[in-house]
């Protein structure tokens, strides 16, 4: 049924997301019985403990409880522990993912059964990859249904309809296959508007050869097991279609629009319903709210920049203890402290600088935005170019740019290294800055785009800004190569998640019993 407070020019997918929301917003478990209670000052240690180790592994904000999850459940199986329910909700609550005393104790055997579902699957399922990343897969399904679980996500479902609905209106590609283009449309969706990461779109597009998942019939677990391998290939398959896509790149230069609907939506429905009665007073708010994100966009860019310091910092420091210092010691017998101390000073300095140069979109494009915002509201159509064709041949002119520009970032790379071994840097400082710089690169690639989310009307490229495209980017190439394995590979993070982490949490919940059970003793004399 409509909301009747709505215009009815509204889209109905849009007005099935405010009601969704607003559901959302009243949500509460629905789990009766005992909650998971927690020490709040033992507590409190493990909350500044999460904020640090989100800066280590850098990160979206929005994916920090789905990763929080799938860490928490890798380290306990590593660990071969017991009870991981449970004890996954009292570190989630810990953390403050979620408040003391408001998880039903309950969903703890929910989550066992979860988990025994996966063990199963990767115990039956045939994958042609290593163990390690088996068990990392294996985590990351595991997480993206723990998460849905205790944090349902049936709102972005309906607003993922309105996206992929107004959308598609300007997708005419004759010659591709209607289903094809469907998942391609989503997949973008997903990431550019709704913001998930390739394991939770992964997650979700198991649906689509799956009708029921992740929900699995007793009777159908055999014989599922034995297809998850290939639905996992076919879903990796439409992800890796979905790098080259032109539908991709089509809908993430049209994400603004929806974006700042989307915040619009889950920021204040009220005031939403209320200003969707009239058109003036809809682009009113929708120009506030842009004001409101520019500004946001500000902060969000320092704080990254700061946690891309902090995160390069920490890294290197650690690094350097573990490679560079006993390399230097052990092979070249003496310490070369003018390349230590560059390898460590000189990446947070470009990660500062980088950030100095990135700006956000001015007024112009604020009122082109809104523009576009009431075009799809309203009209529910996108004031762009229709896509209709998914390849063309790159002109000559192209070819020959591209030719040249590939010279001449080797070039640039060679160029570096020849300058360094004029400091004299060895090859494993050497090796250590191209991987940091190239980080550093990636990451304010990365911060970069953040402040671009709103943009609709491109500015013009400078002399400076075409100068720091072209000594950065091929670092920015092979900092994306190196992020992409970063995670498996990570030595710090893995130092940290089981030198650091695994005790730390076990000498909080050993202090936590302490706690209770000196507190009962204490009731027994009173």
């Known amino acids: 049924m409509n909301n009747p407070i709505i215009s009815n020019r509204v889209n109905d997918h849009l007005q099935k997301t405010i009601l969704a929301v607003k559901s959302k917003k009243q949500f509460a478990f629905k789990e009766a019985g005992a909650k998971v209670k927690i020490n709040e000052s ?63 104790v309950a969903l703890a055997e929910e989550i066992e059964s979860i988990l025994r579902k996966y063990n199963f699957f990767r115990e039956k399922a045939t994958f042609n990859i290593s163990r390690a990343a088996l068990t990392d897969l294996i985590a990351g399904f595991a997480a993206c249904e723990i998460e849905e679980l205790l944090s349902p996500a049936s709102d972005k479902e309906e607003f993922l309809l309105l996206c992929k609905q107004i959308i598609s209106k300007n997708i005419h590609l004759e010659n591709e296959d209607p289903f094809s283009v469907d998942i391609q449309s989503e997949i973008a969706v997903r990431k550019y508007i709704i913001k998930e990461d390739f394991e939770q779109i992964r997650f979700k597009l198991i649906s689509l050869y799956y009708q029921d998942w992740p ?144 700006k956000v979109p001015g007024r112009k494009n604020t009122e082109e935005l809104t523009r576009r915002v009431s075009s799809v509201v309203f009209e529910e159509k996108l004031i762009s170019k229709p896509l209709i064709a998914t390849f063309s041949a790159p002109s000559k002119k192209y070819l020959i740019f591209n030719t040249i520009y590939s010279i001449m970032s080797v070039g640039v790379l060679v160029g570096v290294i020849y300058i360094l071994i004029l400091l004299q840097f060895n090859i494993a400082s050497i090796i250590v800055f191209y991987i940091f710089v190239s980080l550093v690169s990636f990451l304010g690639f990365r911060i970069r785009a953040i402040a671009k989310e709103l943009e609709v009307r491109p500015e013009d490229d400078t002399m400076l800004g075409g100068l720091y495209n072209f000594i950065l980017l091929p670092f920015v190439v092979i900092g994306k190569f190196l992020s992409e394995r970063w995670s498996e590979y990570n030595i710090t993070l893995i130092f940290w998640d089981f030198v650091i982490e695994a005790p730390f949490k076990a000498i909080i919940g050993l202090f936590e019993s302490w706690l209770a059970f000196s507190r009962e003793k204490r009731e027994e004399f009173e």
């Open 42 to 104: 033992v507590g409190r240690a493990a909350f500044y403990y999460e904020k640090l180790r989100n800066t280590i592994d850098y990160q979206d904000e929005h994916l920090f409880l789905k990763n929080a999850i799938k860490r928490i459940l890798k380290r306990h199986a590593y660990l071969a522990s017991r009870g991981i329910g449970l004890a996954l909700l009292k570190e989630l609550v810990w953390a403050k993912y979620f408040e003391n005393e408001i998880v039903p």
């Open 215 to 358: 929900k699995v019939k007793k009777t159908e677990g055999e014989v599922f097991a034995k297809e998850f391998a290939n639905y996992y290939s076919l879903a990796e398959e439409q992800l890796r279609t979905s790098k080259k896509s032109k539908i991709s790149q089509y809908i993430k230069r049209n994400s603004p629009p929806f974006s700042v609907i989307y915040e619009l939506i889950y920021k204040g429905t009220d005031n939403l319903e209320r200003n969707l009665k009239n058109q003036d007073s809809f682009s009113a708010l929708v120009r506030s709210e842009i004001n409101r994100r520019r500004d946001q966009t500000r902060s969000r860019v320092l704080k990254a920049v700061v946690r891309g310091i902090i995160f390069i910092l920490l890294t290197k420091i650690i690094l350097a203890f573990l490679i560079e210092l006993p390399y230097e010691q052990q092979v070249l017998g003496q310490i070369n402290y003018s390349s230590l101390i560059t390898n460590i000073t000189f990446p947070p300095f470009l990660m500062f600088l980088i950030g100095l140069l990135i």
